[in-house]
């Protein structure tokens, strides 16, 4: 029988329109039609633009404002706030809000309706007329019925819930779509019910999201109804799990591969839910026949105006030669490939797999080096796993070889050709090894699934994960992604996926309902390294560790009992306890932050070092953060015996592909830079070796963006080297085949291991949480920084009274005295020993007489990073720092440490202003003999670009008479260069000895040096951010915009007009430092001024006189001049090197460098610490990088010394 309704319907009347009004408890506020608000008059109304979402966590209502009505229900008037809306299935709805103001009481055996108000009762007669009114039922996702299958599908309603409804379908819809939908008594839940709907046809059956599958009205309370039961009832309580139906059309095969994906469910009921939703998309799982889907990549193959590449066909043996045919038929069957009769052409390669089967490549590189990369940019890793923390169940799709699925662009059909001894072929479909690939596919995934299910769904390269919080959100979550991926006609790969777990490993990390941890994977080849057992071994490690000294705090204390072992011809010893504590400390700080990065930032480029040994093969992910260069995984794997016959080049390949493949989620998509101690490697991306193994890698990477690689030397290759020395054993994993989980000790004074429970999101969040992961204590641990661009995890200093007593009996110099003070005490009036220690008496200047301990050295270095390092102390100077320690402490020569102390200190080199005046004498070079010998040119860049076209201005200017040559251009280019240096300078006024330029691309180029080197003529290059190097033309860069201003401001587009009026106001005007006019010195005349009337008599001189003058004129002029210049230099030099100082570096000495270019307020302001490797003169040193050994040349004002810390 029908249960009564627990909807309930009242009449009511506003402005004296009736009003049919819904009371639902279900819904938290009161809403009313759009409609009837445009039929009311003098009503207030709020303008407001807000979203409800309805209880099913899913639909949303669009709220368009708020309207002040009274309700005239009987004889009771009750006023009412509703929110207006146009997709409300009724004229109003009563919700809490007005329910429970007017404490409304619904009857549903007396079929009335009770409102109590301040000053009365009324009871209201429910109204039965509201039966009549039909509400649609719709569905949520976009439904796919298979041929011959029946369906349940998920209904929204209009209303939130009511124990049965009369449903009707919509029979427009079966006429149209062919199916069954019976009519039915449905029970209304949180906005949903559901149906079946039948597909008898043998065509699939496709209903769009938001269709209207049919209506329902509400049942009037006297209608009854017995439903009728076809087929016995299971009994759900009997502890045997349901049995998945064997009436389903489905195969067994496909059955069995059902059952292994959910084998791991435990609840019965949830493997049922599931058998049967997987069982409605079997289609998905059918990989019997490649098919090709709905979708079609757009185009992705821009070559510009290049002509067309073509490529010979590859050798190949008899036996790759049947596979290759067998392979090519086959793509032909089924239509991924055809014929192709284009210019274009590529060979194929077979690569052989582990399986002994071949993988058919097509060699695209020719292709990839013309095409424009495609840059759609891969999800940030931090922001992925962000989304999936706090969910509790997981699915991973993997898509049956994704790019086949994928039809190509018919504009980028052409050139995929690929060419065999059958012919030529074009690929149909995404064919692998193009370079915009990846971005492609990803771009195509994230539009399918993830445009609109942001909350629940994620693409990253080819894994598709969706998850869920709850168990019923998931199947509806599945459900719907499932339904878009066969609109689609794609294909899933049953081996590879997973379904319903509650905890996956993802992007380098495991993540469960409870949080985010990175992969044991992640550090094993640092944490599985074992004992050392030789001191080659112990120098092997320790030169690794020595690699990031700058990131382990008291590096050198730390490791001091594996340093006897790092010396030359060290023997054997033995392996103490001390050196295996040392040993294990050091790889537990390799592997936790600041050294290690959970999670990879964005913008950072990311660098990979490799190594292969004898043994086998490691690498070392780092990416450049804005922190410095940064951990995210180590690898490392043994070579098997053929791999161990392979010749050294050929195993330094097979390292750069394995760490390449094993990093995939990493560094696919994105730029990378490759670090290797083998220079023939530095060529791999550039030409062919003529070994067939090394080709066949070469084009396996041809994918992955490879910006350069670049050679490191051994001794600084050192951390890939250790770990292809003793390369992790892959073979120690659990029983499930995953590597052991990870586990993080603290560090603390007593040596505890108790593990940190991680749940992170963020590396900001991953240190806060390891922060009040433990309670403070004098063993615990706490980031503590000492440097502003790292965090360390240093023990908490104690300083009680106690430990201050143990050190200084401990220190042999205190405890002596100690015993003298105590032995005879009026010897030392201003030192006291109360209860075993030792106290400085101290006057105050107020008069005043403290004691303070008196601080052994071994707690001098605790003391400080308290007072200095400490976030607390804020690494300020000496002086504040020297202040605050005399206050609590005393020891000798205090404000001598602390000075050594804080100039050791690396976050106060990079970070603190230099408040000097920057090092280094201003050096000066003897003028030339005579004019056009030296020159010197530089481009200015106009602010804006002028009528004419043109933005820059090369100038280039004489060393000796300061004559001006100035040309305006478009561009900056070598060939405007070298055009005006050739056609304006050499050949009208010879060739010069000496030309002087910064070292821009425009100058520093093969087209220029080929030019000057034909002419006889010496380029020198400025020292680079150094443009005093090239002072003279800068100086004429500031002096001729200043003129240009005055000129052209009201109108900025016309610069260009005055650049040679006042270039040549310059060159006719006495310079102040020469005290001559440039023309006149350049030229051996004076210039004529245009202002000047030219006079009507003209007197000529004899030939001979005019040469005898101008000779005389000319050798005086020059003299003059060069001594003007002089003299103008040492006072120049004079005023530049007051006090200013001029330190000198040797070989081998360490510097802090200037960040010239690209730094912001939080960016460090030098960098380093770089080893001096020459003195070139008095100011230009050559240096080197001591962690990434690329060198450069730098001015003395760019450096500051580096102080190592004892």
Known sequence: MIKPSSLSFISAFVHNIHLPCLLDTGATHSFIHTSIVRRLNDVSITNIKQRFTLADGNTNVNITGIVHLNLCIGQITTPISAFISKSLSHPCILGQDWLNKYSVD????????????????????????????????????????????????????????????????????????????????????????????????????????????????IPPPNLECHSITLSPTIDQSTPSSPSISSDLNIPTSMDNIFNGLLAHLSDPDQKLIFHQLLTQYQCLFDTSVPSIANLTAPPMINTGSHPPVHSCVYRTDPIKQKHLTDTINEMLKYGQIEKSYASWSSPVILVKKKDNSYRFVVDYRSLNNITERDCYPLPRIDDTLNRLNGNNYFTKLDLKSGYHQIRIHPDDKDKTTFVTSHGAFRFNVMPQGLKNSPSNFQRLMYDLLVNSRWDYTLVYLDDVVIFSRTFDQHVHHLNEILSVLASARLQLNPQKCSFVKSEIDYLGHTINGQGIRPLQSNIDAILQLPTPSTPKQVHSFVQAANYYRDHIENFSK?????????????????????????????????????????????????????????????????????????????????????????????????????????????????????????????????????????????????????????????????????????????????????PHRVRWFTSTLTSSTQPIQLNVITRSKSKAIQQSSSPISPSATVPLSSDSSTIHRRSIVDLYIDRIRIEQMNDVNISNRIKSILAQPDQYPHEVVDDGILYKVINRTDSSIVQLPWLPASLIPDVLFLYHDHPMSGHFGVTRTFHKVREQFFFPRMYDHIKRYIRSCSACAQFNVQRQKKPGFLQCELPPDGVFEIMQMDFWKAPVRSSNGNQYVLIITDRLSKFVFARALPSATAAATAEMLLEDIILKHGSIRYLQSDQGSHFRNELLSAITALTGCQQVFSIPYHPMSNGQVERFNSTFCDQLNKYCHHNLTEWDNYLSAVVWAYNSTVHSTTQFIPYELAFNRRPLSPFISTPTNIKLMKPHDYWEKANRFKSFALRSTRMNIQQQQIASKNRYDQNRRHPVYKPGDFVWVKHSVNRTKFYARFHGPFVIINRINQVKYLIEHTELGYRQYEHLNNLIPFYDRD
Request: with cysteine.
């Open 106 to 217: 619904i009857c549903q055996s007396t079929q009335q309706v009770i409102i109590h108000t301040a000053e009365s009762s009324a009871k209201i007669p429910m109204d039965h007329r509201i039966n009549q009114h039909h509400f649609p039922l719709k569905s949520t996702i976009a439904i796919i019925i298979p041929p011959q299958h029946e369906r349940i599908i998920e209904l929204q309603s209009p209303i939130s819930s009511s124990p049965q409804v009369i449903f009707r379908p919509n029979r427009v819809l079966q006429s149209h779509n062919l199916v069954a939908i019976p009519n039915a008594l449905l029970s209304i839940d949180k906005y949903r019910t559901y149906t079946t709907v039948v597909n008898p046809t043998n065509r699939i059956c496709r209903i769009p999201i938001n269709t209207t599958i049919g209506t329902f009205t």
């Open 558 to 738: 730390l490791a001091a009992p594996l340093f006897p072992y790092t010396k030359k011809n060290a023997v054997w010893m033995g392996w103490t306890d001390a050196m295996n504590n040392a040993f294990i400390e050091l790889k537990q700080r390799l592997t936790k932050p600041p050294i290690f990065l959970n999670f990879p930032e964005d913008d950072g480029q990311f660098i990979l070092s490799i190594d292969a040994s004898g043994e086998g093969m490691g690498g070392v992910l780092r990416q450049m953060t804005s922190n410095g260069l940064k951990v995210i995984k180590y690898v490392s794997k043994k070579f098997n015996l053929a791999q161990k016959k392979y010749s050294t080049t050929e195993r330094e390949c097979l390292a750069l592909v394995w760490c390449i493949q094993k990093l995939k989620e990493y560094v696919w998509g994105r730029s990378i830079e490759i670090e290797t101690d083998h220079c023939p490697l530095c060529s791999f991306n550039k030409k062919k070796f003529h070994n067939s193994r090394i080709d066949r890698w070469q084009v396996e990477l041809s994918e992955y963006h490879i910006t350069k690689i670049t050679y490191k030397r051994g001794r600084c290759n050192c951390d890939a080297d250790l770990l292809s020395r003793f390369p992790y054993d892959e073979s120690d994993i659990d029983d499930n085949g995953h």
